[in-house]
């Protein structure tokens, strides 16, 4: 990673969580639930990150319990089935290792932080996956009362880390309109598509 980073010219790293240091490697978890429920796939994300209750968790407004309560209540599920289809959703998550590998080296020269749209629980469960005190700052949207791609949230990411000057700040998000975002405060974005590796999105 030495060798990688020695003629950048950025002074930090801002990573998005789901989507690009956790993935969804297996979707047959999610996809049994679909065909239970009746529902092509990829919806069940859908009903689960499309609801009310979920809008209002990614901005601290509700919870995870909220959440899947409107999901039980939604498709008639008993407590059983509700508590099986929390697990399920996140079952076939997985950690981006090689990128968890690459950050860890890259610590050791700039700094980097964490700007991630959660649920209130979520940063219990990253802890449990991730060694976050590399970071120097984790900015979770449940915290903070916004989401991306409010521009006001990639602000409060630069304050935390002390840095003014956005164009030379790197963030890598998954979705496009976190990127676009971004880019409108003056952050340099690449978007996480599969394959890409840490020392190309650090030279995009």
Sequence with gaps: MQNDISHLTIDAVIFDIGGVLVQTADLEPRRRWERVLGMPDWGL?????????????FVGAADAGDVWRHIGERFGLDETQRMQIAHDFWAGDVINQPWIDDIAQLQKHMPTAILSNAWRDMRDRDRRRIDMSGFVSVVYSCEEGIRKPDPHIYERALERLNLRDASRVLFIDDFVENIEAARTVGL?????????????????
């Design 45 to 57: 994300a859908d009903a689960v990150f499309g609801s009310e209750p979920s809008r209002e968790a």
């Design 188 to 204: 340099r974005a690449v978007r996480y598509e599969p394959g890409l590796t840490l020392a190309a999105a650090l030279c995009s």
